[in-house]
């Protein structure tokens, strides 16, 4: 009898043992190119961004771009006209470093989470690193999401000290037809 408990004791520690560890292993989302797929196509929308220079102004502006995959990245080009009439162009790319971390902007970011909805058509991917907004240390945090076919990339603002983020902008796109 007691070698019984001692064994149903111990398969129970091996067993918690294993699913702690693949808990541990599943708390790090990771990723690869095909997750921002969605983002692949023409798109018309606009760029609503908070004006630098007083950081209380919201400007919307007319915007398009165009993302393409290119083995393993995504690139992108975007081109939006600002209030005075000066067109803006802008290319970038978005590639995976390794299954947690995505190169983007020029910086390297973590994953934070993935999320995808098929019944729904919702995919949501949030994307942070360090760095700085408007000469001020700060989390800057990217949201990738499509609902339908609405596609949007927001960027959050977390200051040094402050305890709220807020949105510095958002690209808002629906696919060329």
């Known amino acids: ?59 919307t502006l007319p915007t398009r771009a165009v993302y393409s995959q290119e083995k393993d990245k ?16 802008g290319q970038g790319t978005i590639a995976i470093e390794s299954g947690d971390r995505v190169q983007y902007n020029g910086g390297s970011h973590t994953i934070v989470s993935k999320s995808v909805d098929a019944d729904q058509d919702v995919v949501e991917i949030k994307i942070t690193q360090q760095g700085m907004d408007n000469n001020r240390e700060a989390q800057i945090d990217h949201v990738f999401e499509r609902k339908g076919d609405v596609v949007s990339i927001t960027r959050y603002i977390l200051r040094e000290g402050a305890t709220d983020p807020f949105v510095r902008h958002t690209y808002t796109f629906k696919l060329d037809e």
């Open 74 to 89: 995504i690139s992108y080009a975007f081109i939006y006209t600002e209030p005075n009439g000066t067109e803006v162009n």
């Open 1 to 59: 009898m007691v070698a019984r408990i001692v064994f149903t004791f111990i398969a129970v520690l091996i067993l918690n043992s294993c699913i702690s560890e693949k808990s541990v292993s599943q708390d790090v989302p990771q990723a690869s190119i095909e997750d921002f797929s969605f983002l692949l196509g023409s798109w018309n929308g606009s760029l609503e961004y908070l004006n630098f220079g007083d950081d209380k102004t919201l400007v």
